[in-house]
């Protein structure tokens, strides 16, 4: 890892020093020392990652999230779109694996997230330039310590979404694209397309899905704010 990801790995620690109730700092050293030694597991993990809401896995190939693949959520912003992804990030940190949340609009509440069982010192979050913050996303899902790398561009383009997905295949890392709802009118290379409606329960519509059949709907009922 060279400069670059040093300056990035920089700011992560920074903005989590200045949070300690969501994770102790860690040092860039320690952290390019996780994505250099890596894991034993890595070719071995699960082809998806189960969501706990059975209407949608039911409907997803796999029963799952894809793993090695991008997944986008296409949603207005404060309708539970982080609550549909976390069971899946408490099982990860669970499994001692990190999970980074890159240009959030909010950090997410931590008791809200260990209330749903997130270890939270294994969350990190990113705060870059945009053509860093995609950067950072790569180099973020190439590394096998972590779990799942969640982003939230400014814009993002085909070539951009193909980067991310070469990336969350060299490590089979969950990669979750969130995205505004002008998106889902646009083509996109993303293995699983979900967009998101307000209500309760939530209407999730399957736009695209990889291996099994798009223009679906399904309804969850999610229970906690995050």
């Known amino acids: 890892m060279g400069a670059a990801s040093i300056?990035?790995?920089?700011t992560v620690t920074n903005f989590l020093a200045m949070r300690p109730r969501l994770a102790p700092a860690l040092t860039h050293a320690e952290l390019i020392r996780l994505c250099q030694t890596g894991r034993t597991d890595v070719l071995h993990r699960p082809a998806t990652q189960p969501t706990g809401q059975i209407e949608l896995d039911q409907a997803l190939p796999g029963g799952g999230l894809p793993i090695g693949a991008v997944?986008?959520?296409?949603?207005?912003?404060g309708i539970g779109e982080l609550r549909l992804v976390m069971p899946v990030l408490a099982r990860l940190t669970r499994e001692a694996r990190y999970i980074a949340f890159v240009?959030?609009?909010?950090?997410p509440y931590p008791p809200a997230l260990a209330r749903y069982g997130v270890q939270l010192e294994r969350v990190i979050a990113i705060r870059a330039?945009?053509?860093?913050?995609?950067?950072?996303?790569?180099?973020?899902?190439?590394?096998?310590?972590?779990?799942?790398?969640?982003?939230?561009?400014?814009?993002?383009?085909?070539?951009?979404?193909?980067?991310?997905?070469l990336a969350a295949e060299a490590s089979n890392n969950l990669a979750i694209v969130y995205r505004p709802l002008s998106a889902a009118h646009m083509t996109s290379p993303a293995a699983l397309r979900l967009r998101l409606h307000a209500g309760t329960p939530l209407r999730?519509?399957?736009?695209?899905?990889?291996?099994?059949?798009?223009?679906?709907?399904?309804?969850c009922a999610l229970d906690v704010a995050v």
């Open 7 to 10: 300056l990035v790995i920089r």
């Open 71 to 77: 997944t986008e959520i296409m949603t207005p912003a």
């Open 103 to 107: 240009q959030p609009p909010h950090l």
């Open 129 to 165: 330039a945009p053509a860093q913050a995609l950067w950072a996303s790569e180099q973020a899902l190439r590394c096998s310590a972590f779990g799942a790398v969640l982003l939230w561009p400014v814009a993002l383009t085909d070539k951009e979404t193909r980067r991310l997905q």
């Open 204 to 219: 999730i519509e399957i736009k695209k899905c990889r291996g099994g059949r798009g223009d679906r709907i399904v309804h």
